[in-house]
């Protein structure tokens, strides 16, 4: 039997044969709060069941199968079979893909401009941006066109509420909002400990301003033992 899916209300699709009788209902997977039609979107995707299909972790390299091979060659051929779509970077793991799409967003790709990035800026910054302090640098860097990497511990906020410096970054490549619980969540202590560290481990150096010695952040910068350079 021959299935395909169209649009039906706002909150379902609707599943149809090729009688056009009316199947199963699903809710929509996508955020009404985000248009999908226009930005810088990170995606990972499962495979079914949690099954390891594209291949195996082999020491500290993911060697990827047949299947894992042809989906490789697919996200890297995106651009190429549909307008207005540009890959930026993309993993395929055993059980998963991780990549970074642009949509309706021309004329920006992360592998294609690589190298005037790093002549204008080598390194993004990556940060909260919670303090005052953290908002000072982040304002300068979206004034600079600095690029950065913004870690919500409360989910990301609906883009009408975002600053228009901030959506015209993210539209430009120059900006990636991330945050491991969905919009709307909120913030509690075990979330933003997360999200600290994982800062942390993925800074390259870390500019430490003033710190309560003793308190969280004191002890995950301790524990961590990033390259720190202190300033006032």
Not at 45 to 60: L, M
Not at 100 to 126: C, F, M, N, W
Request: proline letters at 5%; a positive charge; hydrophobic letters at 40%.
């Amino acid at each position: 039997m021959v299935r395909f899916w169209r649009q039906g209300r706002k909150d379902k699709a609707l599943k149809m044969d090729c009688d056009g009788n009316e199947k199963k209902h699903r809710p929509m997977l996508r955020n009404a709060n985000i248009n999908y039609s226009r930005g810088t979107f990170f995606v990972t995707i499962q495979a079914a069941f949690n099954k390891t299909i594209f291949g195996a972790i082999v020491g500290e390299k993911c060697v990827l199968n047949e299947l894992g091979q042809a989906v490789d060659a697919s996200l890297a051929s995106l651009c190429e079979r549909y307008a207005g779509v540009e890959m930026d970077e993309f993993v395929v793991m055993p059980n998963h893909v991780h990549f970074i799409v642009k949509i309706g967003v021309a004329g920006h790709s992360a592998r294609k401009e690589k190298a005037g990035a790093e002549a204008r800026h080598t390194d993004p910054i990556i940060s909260t941006f919670t303090s005052a302090q953290e908002r000072a640098v982040f304002e300068k860097a979206l004034k600079s066109g600095r690029r950065f990497v913004q870690v919500c511990p409360g989910g990301i906020p609906p883009e009408g509420e975002l600053l228009p410096a901030v959506v015209a970054a993210c539209n430009e490549g120059r900006g990636l909002l991330i945050s491991p619980v969905p919009n709307g969540t909120g913030v509690n202590k075990q979330r933003a400990v997360w999200c600290n560290e994982y800062v942390l481990r993925n800074s390259v150096e870390v500019w430490a301003g003033n710190i309560t010695p003793g308190h969280t952040l004191a002890s995950l910068i301790a524990a961590l033992a990033p390259k720190r350079i202190d300033v006032t």
